[in-house]
């Protein structure tokens, strides 16, 4: 994986997040579909743990750049895109489905 090292906070703290939650809905897409599942329903995710999968995904990112950690508020607004881009990700899937 190549790092751009010189890419800035801001940038990372942009692209990640939809990045992240974007992943994690096609996780969950691809869980249920190999499951026999229908793609149906509310999405499955939750805050606490879209708060998680952002901290530990984007503090990688950061320490990757040699770049402070999340502050609490950096934290609480990507959590909150993460879950958003997520959630709209499902919401598109269980229309394909």
């Known amino acids: 994986m190549h790092v751009n090292r010189h890419q800035s906070r801001e940038a990372v703290l942009g692209e990640q997040p939809g990045l992240l939650g974007q ?3 096609t996780e969950w897409v691809q ?3 190999s499951e026999g599942r229908r793609v149906a329903g509310g999405w499955p995710g ?4 879209a708060r998680m999968r952002a901290q ?3 503090d990688r990112e ?3 750049r040699k770049m402070p ?21 499902w919401i ?3 229309h394909k489905a």
Not at 46 to 49: A, G
Not at 69 to 89: K, M
């Open 46 to 49: 939750t805050i606490p743990e």
């Open 56 to 58: 530990e995904h984007i």
């Open 31 to 33: 869980t249920m579909r």
């Open 92 to 94: 598109l899937a269980t």
């Open 23 to 25: 992943t994690w809905a």
């Open 69 to 89: 950690l999340l502050s609490h508020d950096e934290l609480d607004q990507v959590t909150a895109l993460v879950y958003e881009r997520a959630r709209n990700g």
């Open 62 to 64: 950061l320490r990757l």
